[in-house]
């Protein structure tokens, strides 16, 4: 009921049907998020949206050749057929355990297997190394790559950052991009920030660290071979629109002037661009949300058609929602569940009523009943069923609204969005050589960052 292994493609299935506006680009991608992209989030996600790539949370090289028998394996590379198209997160720096984990993931018919060259986080940067710390060792990502991709059919791609500590310069990622490149990989996806391995929490680099978009444009420029998506920053799908440049029809108030907007362009990263922003590369190939897509799910029910050019959705509820997820949670979590099991079981669906009355009362009643050894044992479902009771009986019908389509992306002077909701804007200088200089009173002023 849950395994895929050794399937079909049927993500090329998915794309092929897609509209003109779409061809065959993964325009959309849910970023990979620790303890967010588990199989129960992606099939939440697909209740929404079935063209948009998934990603998998990160899986360690290790964690999949400790665990090659299949009933273990399953547990961290099982999924369902429905969340094709599907990409496989690798974490590792050792180009024989990633190399023979590459062909496992590819048995197990991913459409795609990242290498993680992205993650901020210092403890992952010294024994077993992967994450961001790899950016400085760009031969040997090189080498990761090649010897994966002399495996698999699959495409082996790479998930990176702009830069690390202080070799951030556009040539570093130009040399970067080109040395890895060398190794096979045909597709990169850019968070468009650097990261301060030293001085900052993976938290703090997802928002202390400014963005450059226009550094993506100009690798999609340098290098017309190959193809790149941009990441951070990203948390509503008007917001995707522009910087995809409006794929299919405009919506009510898009215009050439917010794509520039959406894009920061020239940019603030000191390098000359002259003219406007232009036509986008042909090889830009799509944009990620991450916390954004946690945090408010609902964003992304009409993006079939506002990304992909698929016919207009039939309009639909919170509460269509909510019960056909519970159809799934009655399916796959039969037997009696931890606090643990339950909570991951409803997480993803704890920003249905973000922002909306009925909110609180949602997510507490869902956080008191799975600490309740009667209502826990139950199950996740009854659980859920006894939250959406809450709902009705403290709000009557909100969760009856129609969810609101994609409207044009609206820049908002001053500030920045994440996550829905808004923040001052992170000064845009570059941090410190040391980055543990950044005081903590400069921490504390921060709104913890909701971009992956």
Known sequence: TTICIALPRPGDLLMAGCGSSAGNRPWLQIAPMMEVTYRDFRYFMRLLTRRTQLWTEMVVDDTVLHNLEPEKCDRFLGYRDVEHPIVCQLGGSDPDKLREVAKVVE?????????????????????????CSLMKRKEHVRDCIHAMSRVVQIPVTVKCRLGVDEYDSAEFTRDFVREVAAGGCKHFYIHARKAWLKGLSPAQNRSIPPLHYPRVLDLCREFPDLNFSINGGINDIGHARALLGYPGERLAGESEELISSAWGWPGSDGVERQGSIGALPTNFQGVMIGRGAMNTPCMLWDVDHTIYGDEAPKPMTRRALLENYKSYLEEVHQNPPSVGVVHMALKPTLGVLAGL???????????????????????PAHVLEMAIKAVDDTNPGVLDEVLPRTVSYAPTIGQSREGGKKRKSVDSTPAPANAAQITASEHNSTVKSMDA
Do not use: H, W
């Open 107 to 131: 048995r197990y018919g991913y459409d795609e297997v990242n290498l993680n060259v992205g993650c901020p986080s210092s403890r992952v940067a010294t024994k077993g190394e992967f994450g």
């Open 357 to 379: 009355r009925g909110n609180k009362i949602y997510r507490n009643t869902c956080d008191s009943l799975m600490r309740a050894k009667e209502a826990r044992e139950q199950g």
